[in-house]
């Protein structure tokens, strides 16, 4: 449904009537959409069709010049690495999510810090994965101090994968598989 509402609507718009401002806030609203199908596309199981999906995101992405989204897919891309155990890779795509949004406020930066947390966990690397859980802990102090959110839904859902790490049982670390 979202495909053929990609197709049928948004391909179709003619562009030589936009102008600048409408034509970024609506390749912006393409990727949200995108981003939304690949991420079902993940929850389904359809890896490669994700992987196309998300590919196209960050094309139209760098087209709206829109940065914090680019950044949320290429995170978006590091969790679907995790699941499919390719720890490098989602460690890679992580970094590269929180280095291509130095604008990006503080909560975003504590949202984008903490991912490569659990794929270096999942990988072993414990010595990574806690200097990932410090950083995103100053991000997060620094998210909080700034903008006041102690106890919000963004402090607690920027708190979840830490908790994850921290206290994951033994019988599911990647050393006991």
Do not use: W
Request: hydrophobic share 40%.
């Amino acid at each position: 449904m979202a495909t053929s509402f990609m197709v049928n609507t948004v391909a179709s718009l003619p562009a030589r009537r936009r102008t600048r401002k409408v034509r970024k806030a609506t390749l912006s609203a393409a990727s949200d959409l995108l981003y939304l199908t690949g991420y079902m596309a993940v929850n389904e199981g359809l890896h490669g069709l994700a992987q196309h999906y998300y590919i196209q995101v960050l094309e139209l992405e760098g087209s709206a010049e829109d940065h914090l989204t680019y950044c949320i897919t290429l995170r978006g891309m590091s969790v679907q690495a995790v699941g499919l155990r390719h720890g490098a890779k989602a460690v890679e795509l992580a970094d590269a999510a929180s280095a291509a949004s130095p604008q990006a406020g503080p909560r975003m930066r504590a949202f984008l810090a903490d991912q490569p947390t659990h794929p270096a966990a999942e990988a072993g690397d414990r010595s990574g994965a806690l200097r990932y859980i410090r950083k995103a802990e100053a991000a997060m102090d620094r998210a909080e101090s700034r903008e006041k959110a102690s106890g919000s839904y963004e402090s607690l859902l920027a708190q979840l994968p830490l908790s994850q790490y921290g206290y994951r049982p033994p019988s599911l670390t990647s050393q006991n598989r």
